[in-house]
């Protein structure tokens, strides 16, 4: 009886590390290879960078930071209103292909629900490029979707 139980307790040990080694490699080609892969692959534009809102109103400023790796986008916006001294926080995360980004946006807050989605079309313009769209967005003081058409952004130079 005592014979036949290490070869049993050798194969389980054996399977659970050859396990382990395997989820190991998965681990290290999904963050390591894949992303490398993509970004020698992506022939897109490079969006990374912090864009400010081209905006009428003086009371509100909003400015999204971008980081891309390949055709994927993830980030943060910023809107404050100068004004009421009010600042909402946002991450998004969103892809960039064939000369436009879209993305969700969502608060950083757990207590907020004023969720955005943005679509734009990036176009260059006098040596700078621009994304130029819309936004929608759940309105958090009364709860109904709403769209801002031609909504702008001009990249910052850096």
Same mark, same amino acid.
């Given at each position: 009886?005592?014979?036949?139980?290490?070869?049993?307790?050798?194969?389980?040990?054996? @399977?659970?590390?050859? !396990?382990?080694?395997?989820? #190991?490699?998965?681990?290290?080609? /999904?963050?390591? %290879?894949?992303?490398?892969?993509?970004?020698?692959?992506?022939?897109?534009?490079?969006?990374?960078?912090?864009?400010?809102?081209?905006?009428?109103?003086?009371?509100?400023?909003?400015?999204?930071?971008l980081k891309q790796t390949a055709d994927k986008v993830s980030g943060t916006f910023v809107q404050v209103?100068? @004004?009421?001294?009010? !600042?909402?926080?946002?991450? #998004?995360?969103?892809?960039?292909? /064939?000369?436009? %980004?879209?993305?969700?946006?969502?608060?950083?807050?757990?207590?907020?629900?004023?969720?955005?989605?943005?679509?734009?079309?990036?176009?260059?313009?006098?040596?700078?490029?621009?994304?130029?769209?819309?936004?929608?967005?759940?309105?958090?003081?009364?709860?109904?979707?709403?769209?801002?058409?031609?909504?702008?952004?001009?990249?910052?130079?850096?």
């Amino acid at each position: 009886m005592d014979g036949q139980i290490l070869p049993i307790v050798i194969g389980v040990l054996s @399977s659970l590390l050859a !396990t382990f080694f395997f989820l #190991i490699l998965v681990k290290i080609n /999904d963050d390591l %290879f894949l992303p490398w892969f993509r970004k020698q692959v992506y022939k897109g534009v490079d969006i990374s960078g912090s864009w400010d809102a081209i905006l009428d109103a003086d009371s509100l400023h909003m400015t999204i930071s971008l980081k891309q790796t390949a055709d994927k986008v993830s980030g943060t916006f910023v809107q404050v209103d100068t @004004s009421g001294q009010q !600042t909402w926080t946002y991450d #998004i995360n969103g892809y960039c292909r /064939d000369g436009y %980004f879209f993305a969700t946006v969502t608060p950083t807050l757990s207590d907020a629900i004023d969720y955005q989605t943005l679509l734009f079309k990036i176009y260059h313009k006098h040596s700078s490029l621009y994304f130029k769209g819309c936004i929608s967005f759940a309105d958090g003081t009364n709860g109904e979707v709403e769209t801002h058409t031609n909504a702008e952004f001009k990249k910052a130079k850096s």
